[in-house]
């Protein structure tokens, strides 16, 4: 049974690497988890199953995080695949590993790129919506390199950035074309070929900002007060606040747990799950008394910790942006304004209303989490103030 040990097995996967040409750091990162799969079967001479590596692979544990690990995950998952792939046919198969349903490319040279940047984007910290849009577009243009006969990016160049976008564009609609733009770029920089991201910008896509909606100043009076009002629940309370004062996304609230409420520091700190920063956010007084309203009053029993569950059993955490969608739109049609809303609509009026503090655009991108400070500067258009004292007065003699 030598042949189908955890070292033989293991050692044929190292070597099929070796023989497609994977860079050496990647090898490296396999040889880790090549270690770990020989302290989880006892040692190298342990036969290897198919159980076996199905069991390595959910070892997903961290000792250190006390949690699930995103990196194990994918790396455990990955060496029990390949490890498989030889107990089925005596060799080990790289080219037909499929993970959901995404495009990747089979020939070795685009293969193993698609390989190193799945792997960077699993230790990057990136949201996990994010990680995969950005395998998604670096799927779909490695493997339109593929079908085009381009067998290595250094094969590569601008040509065939702008023939991939646009035969995307012969599809797909201006604003995913933006989506495809931005998705594609951080894959282009991580690799060091700026001649490639430079190439996006010939291809014509043009990135608008539509002008952002806010409260008028009656509204936003109106909906602090149905917040106050003891007739509105108080978790429907404490959500709208949380947007309407801290500028959270749903997300955010959906994920908060009752260990990011400091009471001592009237403050929250959080891990922003779309962008991975730290945020600490103080709480006002309004907020902080719906809330502790909601935790000792209101919330029904449960081990769930996090801050904001459901009112009928199951008791766990809200499920989706749409539940918070809901409880902002309670609270408004309470508030009596005739409309509807969620928390993308109040984390622009919280960005509205600091500017008009004359908060600093940095200090507005933290808060809201933004990664890329031109986000925060749309919300300069819905500054009547700003934009009024802006405008040049016509000159003497000129028409109006």
Known sequence: ??????????????????????????????????????????????????????????????????????????????????????????????????????????????????????????GSGLASATVGHYRRMAGLFLTWLESHGVVSLDGSDGSHVLGFLAGLRSRWSESSMRHAASDLRPLFRWLGRDDLADAIGLAGIRRTHAIAGTLPDDEHRRLLEACASRSVPSRDAAITLLSLTCGLRACDVIGLRIADVDWDSMSIGLVQRKTGNPLTVPMTGPLAARLASWLLDERPATDDDRVFVRYKAPHVALRGHSSVYEAISRVMRHAGLGRRGGSRLLRRNAATRMLEAATPLPTISAVLGHADPDSTRVYMATHRGGMLACVLPVPEGGSS
């Open 1 to 122: 049974m030598g042949e189908t040990t955890v070292g033989h097995v293991a050692g044929e996967v190292v070597r099929a690497l070796y023989g497609a040409g994977y860079m050496e750091s990647t090898i490296g990162q396999y040889r880790k988890s090549i270690r770990a799969l020989e302290r989880y079967a006892g040692g190298p001479d342990a036969v290897y199953t198919r159980g076996l590596g199905a069991g390595f692979a959910a070892s997903t544990f961290s000792e250190r995080t006390g949690g699930f690990s995103r990196q194990r995950w994918f790396d455990y998952g990955r060496l029990a695949r390949l490890c498989d792939s030889y107990l089925r046919s005596g060799s080990v198969d790289l080219g037909k590993w499929r993970r959901s349903g995404l495009a990747e490319p089979v020939v070795p040279g685009l293969a193993v790129v698609m390989e190193c940047w799945e792997a960077y984007l699993a």
